[in-house]
C-alpha cells in the first residue's frame, strides 16, 4: 500500500482511461469527464512524488492546486463552448461540427 | 500490539477498496453510453482521488479535490447535460477499428508508463522535510509563488467573462 509504484499504476490506468474516452467518445460532454480524468491521473502523479520522494512537501500540494484550479477554468470555458455549439447544431456530437474543420 | 496490527489490516483493506472505486468510477466515467453513468462515475472516480490525497497524507488537498472538482466541476457538468438534453439524441454506433486502435493506443500508454513506474528505482531526496501544514502552503502561495498565483487568478478572470461571453452571444444570435 505504501509504495510509489501502486500510486503511480493507479495515476497511469486513470491517464489511460481517460485516453481512450478522449479517442472514442464522440459526445462533446463525454470528451471533457475524459480530460477530467486524465488530469486527475496527473495530479495524482504530483502528490505520489510529493510524499515519496520530493524535498519540499508543500510544493507538490501547491502543483496539485494550480492543476485545480487550471481545470476549473477549463470546464467553464468548455462548457459554455458546448452549451453555444449546441444552441447551433442542435447535437453534442463531435462529428457533427464539421464546419469547424479547416 | 494486536490492536495496531488489526487497523493497519483494516487502513490496507479499505485502500484496495478506494482503490476499487478510483477504478471501477474511471471505467463507468468512459466506457457506458448513457451520459449520466458517465458523470455518476466521475464522482466517483473524484471522490475515490480524494481518499487516496488522505492516505498521501495531504488533509487539504482532499478537502480541495471534494470542493474544487466535486462540487463545481461535477455541478457545471451536469448542469450543462440538463441544458443541452443530450440523453434523448441518436449517436450511432461505433466502428470496430476505430475501437480496436483506440483500446490499443491506450493500452500501449498503460503498459509503456506501468513498465517505467515499476522497473525504475526512484531514489528519494537526500534532504527532506516534514512541513505538510496549511500554513507553509499559504506561506509559499503568497511569497515564491506569488506570480503564478496571481496569473491562475487573472486565468480564472478571462474564463469566467469568456464563458459568459460565448454563451450569451450564441444565445442572442439564435434566438
Known sequence: ?102 | MSGSLLVDSLAHAVFWVVVGIVIGGAALAVFPRNIVYNILGLIACLSGVAALFLYLGSFFLALMQLLIYVGAICIAIVFAIMLSRPLHLEVPKRRMPKLAAGIGAASIFFVAIAAVAWKTAWKPAAERGADWTITTIGHLLLTRYALVFEVISLVLLVAIIGAIVTTGFSRRLSS
Not at chain 1, 49 to 59: D, G, H, M
Not at chain 1, 84 to 101: H, K, M, P
Open chain 1, 1 to 102: 500500500m505504501n509504495s510509489l509504484s501502486v500510486y503511480l499504476i493507479i495515476a497511469a490506468a486513470l491517464f489511460s482511461l481517460g485516453l481512450f474516452g478522449v479517442l472514442m467518445r464522440r459526445n462533446l460532454i463525454g470528451m471533457l469527464i475524459s480530460i477530467e480524468l486524465m488530469l486527475n491521473g496527473a495530479n495524482l502523479n504530483f502528490m505520489a512524488f510529493n510524499r515519496f520522494l520530493a524535498p519540499e512537501p508543500a510544493v507538490g500540494q501547491i502543483v496539485a492546486l494550480f492543476v485545480m484550479g487550471i481545470a476549473a477554468a477549463e470546464a467553464a470555458i468548455g462548457l459554455s463552448l458546448i452549451l453555444a455549439l449546441f444552441r447551433r447544431l442542435r447535437s453534442i456530437n463531435i462529428e457533427r461540427a464539421q464546419r469547424l474543420r479547416g
